[in-house]
């Protein structure tokens, strides 16, 4: 007897007759559903073995089914669970990134930093002994002020560098004038001349430049990659709207109500669905993308002239210099503080020297750059900067493509090969509505989710203007300002000119990476081979005399 849906067509005497085939649909038995519905945890006991009338259902077709009341229910909970799983799963990629690499990053700042100061300190201690360690002081508390700035402590880098430099002028006055006494008011005048004298030669202006830059680079890009961290974690974790979870268990679950639990979505009903779904994280994305490429940006610094590596691995060296700079000027300098703060008092009982200590070591260990530490993991900044970069690039558009991740999945929709044999929210056949675009406002006609276009997610708000706020930071630290303490002088912009040296005696062949370069490599070249010729100028006789005077105030 020939059937079709819906009827059943008789032939009698040369007529036809078509009878409704309620009994036979009555008939058709649930086994399929019952075992489909039993694998995902629930209990058969909810499940008829036969089908039923559907004018209970409230969200799937009111027909013939094997859904009771209870079954859709458990089944529109079950939807939205699976939805939040698959944004949480496909947005895992972009969120593990975030919080890999900002583990990464903040371990070899970290350790960067610990590094450089006890390569100063053992340096010092080696070549200046008990003069550095008794002033000490001045060169942990620049580390403690640089570490507590990255950490995101309240710190101008600029005042504290210049403060650096004023308390070591101080420190070095002292010792090279031990014939004198001198008070806390003097010592204060003596550091109002440190601008003017320029005693450091050069070296102040380039390392305030460079330190500035290469650290307001490296702490923004850490605070980016934990903003991206945080806003990824937070948007990855959905909240359906009561529309959404509709749409979702009509087009996850229905089938099951309608006895065909094998059959799977088709692709452009489960586009519009999510489109729906996710009209608000689509909102995101143009605020991400622009993010990323402020991260991007960011990164091509530290890969180049503010790579921060490139700045703390030498800064021994670089202060020795200024020392060095001090003390080939000392007889200019103090003339100079003498007329303009006046004459200082004698200092009481002193004795002379005439050779410095044995124990003190003069020479001089030149900075080698093949131990350069490679610090967290075994990495260098030019790795780190590498593998995040491509890792960025990959996750730009990453919030309005999830509609497209979350459909490609197998287990999910039929696929876009089998557009006649899915599930299209009534029966087994091809979707026909169009496909929807991104964002909120293209919802207004989504044929599958309620969407109100008029009430845009607070929360996904708040999680844009986040974005917008790092993405101001980033562009700032990409010109090497810092939001909170934006420098105005001629220094900022590496302008100026001279050596900033009295009477031309300053040492002219170690030069410094400036801020301009394009790229770091050439810069770090220079520097190695000018440390090596420092570590040469320091074995000088005008130092070993200055080491003579200066034993004399440790005595």
């Known amino acids: 007897m020939p059937a079709c849906i819906g009827a059943v067509i008789l032939p009698l005497s040369g007529l036809l007759l078509s009878l409704p085939v309620g009994a036979e649909v009555k008939a058709r038995s649930c086994g399929e559903v019952r075992q489909a519905y039993g694998a995902k945890g629930f209990s058969l006991a909810d499940i008829p073995f036969q089908e039923i009338a559907g004018e209970h259902l409230r969200i799937c077709p009111q027909e013939y089914t094997c859904c009771t009341t209870e079954m859709e229910d458990k089944l529109s909970q079950q939807s939205k669970l699976e939805f939040e799983n698959l944004v949480e799963e496909t ?38 002994g008990m003069l550095y360690m008794q002033n000490s002081e001045v060169f942990q508390d620049l580390f403690t002020e640089l570490k507590r700035y990255y950490t995101g402590g309240n710190v101008n880098l600029e005042e504290m560098l210049n403060d650096f430099w004023a308390r070591l002028l101080e420190r070095m006055f002292q010792l090279i004038n031990p014939q004198y006494h001198f008070s806390e008011d003097y010592l204060e005048c003596v550091s109002k001349y440190t601008d003017q004298l320029k005693p450091f030669g050069d070296v102040p202006r380039k390392l305030k430049i460079q330190v500035t830059r290469a650290f307001i680079a490296a702490r923004t890009f850490v605070q980016g ?125 002193l004795r002379s020297a005439r050779s410095a200590p044995e124990n003190f070591n003069t020479r001089f ?86 969407v109100d276009i008029t009430r845009p997610d607070t929360f996904i708000r708040q999680q844009i203007m986040a974005l917008r706020v790092m993405t101001n930071k980033l562009k700032n630290a990409y010109n090497g300002n810092d939001v909170n303490f934006q420098d105005t002088s001629d220094e900022s912009s590496g302008s100026g000119s001279g050596s900033g040296c009295m009477d031309d005696v300053c040492p002219t062949e170690f030069e410094f990476v400036t801020t301009e370069a394009p790229a770091a490599d050439p810069d770090r070249r220079e520097e190695d081979s000018s440390a090596t010729r420092l570590g040469h100028s320091l074995l000088s006789w005008p130092l070993v005399c200055v080491i003579l005077a200066l034993q004399r105030l440790c005595r």
């Open 365 to 450: 260990r030149p900075y080698n750059p093949e131990e350069r530490p490679t610090t967290a993991a075994g990495t260098s900044l030019d790795r780190l900067v590498t593998d995040i970069k491509e890792k960025l690039k990959l996750s730009k558009k990453v919030w309005s493509a999830l509609p497209y991740t979350i459909c490609k999945d197998e287990s999910v929709t039929a696929g876009t090969s089998n557009e006649e044999e899915c599930w299209n929210g009534h029966s087994k056949a091809r979707y026909l509505p169009e496909i929807m675009n991104d964002g909120l406002t293209n919802q207004i006609n989504n044929p599958e989710v309620d």
């Open 225 to 349: 990659l934990t903003v991206g961290r945080e806003v990824a974690n937070r948007v990855s974790k959905v909240s359906p709207t009561p529309g959404c979870i509709r749409a979702l268990m009509k087009m996850l679950y229905c089938p099951y109500c309608r006895g065909l639990p094998t059959v799977r979505p088709c692709n452009n009903y489960c586009l519009n669905v999510m489109k729906g779904c996710l009209a608000n994280q689509a909102d995101l994305d143009t605020e991400w993308n622009l993010f990323i490429d402020a991260m991007l940006l960011v990164a091509e610094r530290l890969e180049g002239p503010f790579n921060i590596e490139s700045v703390m691995d030498p800064i021994d060296v670089k202060i020795s210099e200024a020392i060095m700079n001090m003390q080939e000027n000392s007889m200019q300098v103090s003339a100079k503080v003498f007329q303009g703060c006046g004459q200082p008092k004698p200092a009481p009982g």
């Open 91 to 128: 947005s895992h990629f972009v969120r593990t990134t975030f919080v890999s690499r900002h583990k990464k990053f903040d371990e070899f700042f970290r350790e960067l930093l610990e590094n450089a100061e006890k390569s100063l300190n053992d340096m010092f201690v080696r070549t200046y």
